[in-house]
Every structure is written in C-alpha cells, then in structure tokens.
C-alpha cells in the first residue's frame, strides 16, 4: 500500500464539507508564491486552471490537490496535512468567506515512507 503525499485533520474536513455544501465539487492548488503567497487555495472545479507545471499530489476528501511544480520540488520530500484556522484566508480561496484559513503543516517523510510513496501525476 502506498504512502499518501497529503492529508487533513478533521478541522479542515469538516471545512471542506461545508463548502462542498455551499459549492459543490472543489479542489485544491498550492503555488510557488506569488501576490497571496504558498497558502493551499481551494477553488471550484473549474474556477482554477490547472496548468501544465502543476503535478496532482494526491486527494483529501474527495478533492483533488494540486501544487506547482517547482513548488513541489522542494517539498517532494514532506508529507503535508492540511489543517485550518480562525482568520482571514488568501482572498482567492473559498474559505475566506467563513472567515477561515486553510494552513499546510509539514514533515520529513522517513526512509520508509519514501520507498512506497503515491505517484504524483503531472498535468501537463
């Protein structure tokens, strides 16, 4: 069985439940940084074009989540969760409207872990 790149604490799920509610099908990107930083932004499917650079990086609660590539060169290594927080979010992401904040918290995979990891897929 192989190791997941991501997941969310219960927090962020029942975020993401509500806003599925609210929109609908979602999904998750996470960029190189630019005007609202590297925060994890949740769109509706289809309000966010996925480009070629980006690469999937697994699902959490039935969302896709996606980071750029060049991002994920330097987080290849981590196992990342997504968890959420009290506060305004980047002005792009959904939970802004709930006054919320999606937030990543990171690890070091072991040795173990990066033997059987989930194979990214790159959208391009």
Known sequence: MSNSRIAVTPAAAAV??????????L??????GCCE?????CFEKGGFLIGSNDVKIG???GCDFYMAADQF?????????LDVMPG??????L???LDMAFIIHSRLFTEAELQDLEPIINSG
């Open 16 to 25: 993401i439940q509500q806003l599925k509610d609210s929109y609908g099908e």
């Open 27 to 32: 999904f998750f990107h996470q960029s190189g």
């Open 37 to 41: 930083g590297s925060y994890p932004h």
């Open 59 to 61: 699902q959490i609660e």
């Open 73 to 81: 060169a330097y987080w290849q290594h981590t196992h990342l969760t």
């Open 88 to 93: 305004r979010a980047a002005g792009f992401s």
């Open 95 to 97: 939970e802004s409207t």
